[in-house]
């Protein structure tokens, strides 16, 4: 059961996603603002995931060229585990307590903002010759989400000074916590590896 899961990571993500969403649309007609950008997000997160991995995928393949690792495809799938508990921690808390606690969706919209910027910074990293890295339209479409969401909040006053402040730093503690368990699972690696990495990826001519 769990090489299948391993295996079927994306197809078994999509199929959850798809299917919270489509019972949302059904059983809650009347959704706030927020819950409808929350939505929006998770559908091109879904997009993305393939868009990034399969068509036409590879954005996993120069993640490898960086780690310097040789990475079996079992382990490339099941990285796909990981990400999807941490799009849906970052989707299921803002749609249910986003309009509470406006900090919840500073911090999906941050998720967002950083796709948008790594997938540019990664045409330099990566040293591409075309302007594209794997799943870099949609997670452009995630980045304009993401400040739109922003705004909406900032404009019709739904967050304080702390919300804005908090919501980056639970992203990063849930994105920390991600980046750990995929480096564990590639092993030999840690956080102050990183740094020097794409360093010596930037040195290349």
């Known amino acids: 059961m769990w090489k299948f899961m391993k295996h079927y990571a994306l197809e078994i993500y999509t199929v959850i996603a798809m299917l919270l969403i489509t019972l949302v649309v059904i059983f809650i007609p009347e ?3 927020i819950q409808k950008f929350v939505v ?4 091109i997160f879904i997009l993305h995931e393939w868009e990034e991995g399969r068509y036409p995928g590879g954005f996993l393949d120069l993640i490898t060229q960086l780690l310097q690792r040789n990475i079996d495809d079992e382990t490339k799938r099941a990285s796909r585990l990981v990400t999807a508990v941490l799009i849906f921690v970052l989707t299921i808390v803002p749609f249910f307590f986003g309009d509470a606690y406006p900090m919840f969706a500073v911090a999906v919209s941050t998720f967002c903002i950083f796709e948008g910027f790594i997938h540019i910074a990664g045409i330099r990293i990566f040293r591409l010759k075309k302007f594209y890295t ?6 452009e479409i995630e980045a304009i989400t993401g400040i739109a969401l922003i705004v909406y909040l900032a404009v019709n006053h739904l967050g304080a000074w ?3 402040v908090c919501g980056p730093f ?3 503690a849930c994105f920390a916590c991600m980046q750990r368990t995929l480096m564990s699972m590639v092993g030999g690696l840690h956080y102050s590896d990183m740094p020097k990495l794409i360093k010596a990826q930037l040195r290349k001519k």
């Open 170 to 172: 639970i992203f990063l």
């Open 134 to 139: 794997p799943g870099m339209v949609t997670a």
């Open 162 to 164: 702390y919300d804005y």
């Open 40 to 43: 929006f997000m998770s559908f």
């Open 31 to 33: 959704l706030t603002t």
